[in-house]
């Protein structure tokens, strides 16, 4: 038994006592039961008036001390258990936290992955990721023309009480080869160019209509080839959220895999997902340019 396992001095103490209490009290009754059953058979208790009156409160007074010798000792014997079951349990909190850390090191997985999916856009439903949003909603993405036409509403209503920052692929005719090398990674060549100048266009409507309606809503257009699309919600906030969606090759938009990251109110790794994606996110936007003037 470890040191932090052993019972204290006083609690001993008090379990030494309640046994020779419990002990003394037993051998007492057994002592006064023999000698007056002697006198009883022998003498008779007749001959000893006063003793005769006084058995009741003997009795009594014996099976008080023997009920509360027994009272203290199991008293004790319980706090002793209590107390080695406050230990075990601390063990096992101790056990359980090592053993999490363990499998997370083994499985590699960082503890701010709440989720891998195979499809984000079947699998992870906007309205949910974005409603609980209080602070700023930070997306990037490619054109992005579905949040513009079949989200209006819900960006028109969230920048009205947080921050909502665009982040696209400009359009302009001077990145014709970023457009074509994007265009052949989603398998759109022909296309890609057209839906890019649409997504552009609406999600500036998107941004001036919001505006006039007292809304915070900023449109950038970045000019390097994507990687991943994100979707940031209050990345300040100890319930911050992202999506991160991945952009494999020639993966239409229902197939393509991606992770939803929580922030951890502690991280033992400075450079966790969280952390990471929102500096990536910070880094494009300072390097963007704002498309909507």
């Given at each position: 038994m470890t040191n932090s396992q052993s019972p204290t001095a006083a609690q001993l103490r008090w379990q030494r006592i309640a046994r020779r209490a419990s002990d003394a009290t037993v051998l007492i009754l057994l002592v006064t039961g023999v000698v007056v059953s002697a006198i009883d058979l022998t003498i008779g208790l007749d001959r000893f008036a006063w003793l005769a009156q006084r058995i009741p409160q003997i009795t009594l007074l014996g099976l008080a001390f023997f009920f509360a010798s027994a009272v203290l000792e199991r008293v004790t014997l319980l706090e002793g258990i209590r107390s080695d079951l406050d230990v075990l349990r601390r063990d096992l909190d101790d056990g359980v936290t090592v053993l999490n850390s363990r499998m997370n090191e083994v499985t590699r997985v960082p503890s701010e992955v709440a989720a891998v999916v195979r499809s984000t856009r079947r699998e992870v439903p906007l309205l949910p990721l974005l409603g609980p949003a209080t602070?700023?909603?930070?997306?990037?993405?490619?054109?992005?023309?579905?949040?513009?036409?079949?989200?209006?509403?819900?960006?028109?209503?969230?920048s009205r009480s947080c921050s909502v920052r665009i982040l696209l692929l400009d359009s302009t005719p001077a990145l014709r080869q970023v457009h074509f090398a994007v265009?052949?990674?989603?398998?759109?060549?022909?296309?890609?160019?057209?839906?890019?100048?649409?997504?552009?266009?609406?999600?500036?409507?998107?941004?001036?209509?919001?505006?006039?309606?007292?809304?915070?809503?900023?449109?950038?257009?970045?000019?390097?080839?994507?990687?991943?699309?994100?979707?940031?919600?209050?990345?300040?906030?100890?319930?911050g959220q992202i999506q991160?969606?991945?952009?494999?090759?020639?993966?239409?938009?229902?197939?393509?895999?991606?992770?939803l990251l929580q922030r951890q109110p502690m991280t033992v790794d400075a450079g966790n997902l969280f952390d990471f994606f929102v500096r990536q996110y910070d880094q494009l936007w300072s390097v963007s340019h704002d498309v909507t003037r």
């Open positions: 602070s700023s909603v930070l997306i990037m993405g490619t054109t992005l023309l579905h949040f513009a036409e079949q989200h209006r509403e819900l960006l028109l209503e969230k265009g052949r990674l989603f398998g759109e060549e022909d296309s890609f160019h057209r839906e890019l100048k649409r997504s552009q266009e609406a999600m500036v409507t998107l941004a001036k209509e919001a505006r006039g309606l007292g809304g915070d809503f900023e449109v950038r257009g970045y000019d390097i080839v994507p990687t991943a699309n994100v979707i940031i919600v209050d990345p300040a906030s100890p319930a991160v969606e991945f952009l494999p090759y020639r993966a239409s938009a229902n197939l393509r895999p991606g992770m």
